[in-house]
Antibody
Framework: EVQLVESGGGLVQPGGSLRLSCAAS????????MGWVRQAPGKGLEWVANIKEDGSDKYYVDSVKGRFTISRDNAKNSLYLQMNSLGAEDTAVYYCARVPDSANIWFDRWGQGIQVTVSS | EIVLTQSPATLSLSPGERATLSCRASQSVSSYLAWYQQKPGQAPRLLIY???NRATGIPARFSGSGSGTDFTLTISSLEPEDFAVYYC??????????FGPGTRLDIK
């Protein structure tokens, strides 16, 4: 069974940093693109970042470029999102999601989500 | 950036009725459109990809159609578990990957 389990969320002050992790199981992690999608309270879905199978290509929404870094460790079946210079606008539930491949940029499996709250 | 709009914002129907949800793109996305279902407190679930292909395990009452800029998600006969929020997503021109604002399907 495919499982994606996020961790590392919580309350952080404006300007602070947080690192999210996503532990993958039930599939060959190194064969898939992966991504992060977030959802602000009461709002819709917003794509944040994607990373290629081998980590060689990374893509970001403009609003997080230069602040967030997506990475992966295929040996540990893990995906990460390093978030720096956090602002209130980054408060959201963050989902880790699997992408079938470079020709099918959909999100076919999702984690349960992790809350990130940026507040003083 | 391709902007997706969804209509209606809210749709109130009864179990057994047919639901028709619309997604419109600001420019052509060919058939590179997906639909997701999200229930309260849950992660989204992929329903349809490439406009008309059902994802694994999705019941046949869900169908997608359209190409270019206009797309439709149809639920042929609503079951109680179908009342949720539905989002469309395009992958034609990215980054960024964009989602529509969602349609809330409520029980009438």
């Amino acid at each position: 069974e495919v499982q994606l389990v996020e961790s590392g969320g919580g309350l952080v002050q404006p300007g602070g940093s947080l690192r999210l992790s996503c532990a993958a199981s039930g599939f060959t992690f190194s064969n898939y693109w992966m991504g992060w999608v977030r959802q602000a309270p009461g709002k819709g879905l917003e794509w944040v970042a994607n990373i290629k199978e081998d980590g060689s290509d990374k893509y970001y929404v403009d609003s997080v470029k230069g602040r967030f870094t997506i990475s992966r460790d295929n040996a540990k079946n893990s995906l990460y999102l390093q978030m720096n210079s956090l602002g209130a606008e980054d408060t959201a539930v963050y989902y880790c999601a699997r992408v079938p491949d470079s020709a099918n940029i959909w999100f076919d499996r999702w984690g349960q989500g992790i809350q990130v709250t940026v507040s003083s | 950036e391709i902007v997706l709009t969804q209509s209606p914002a809210t749709l109130s129907l009864s179990p057994g009725e047919r639901a028709t949800l619309s997604c419109r793109a600001s420019q052509s996305v060919s058939s590179y459109l997906a639909w997701y279902q999200q229930k309260p407190g849950q992660a989204p679930r992929l329903l349809i990809y490439d406009a008309s292909n059902r994802a694994t395990g999705i019941p046949a009452r869900f169908s997608g159609s359209g190409s270019g800029t206009d797309f439709t998600l149809t639920i042929s006969s609503l079951e109680p578990e179908d009342f949720a929020v539905y989002y469309c997503q395009q992958r034609s021109i990215w980054p960024p990957i964009t989602f529509g604002p969602g349609t809330r399907l409520d029980i009438k």
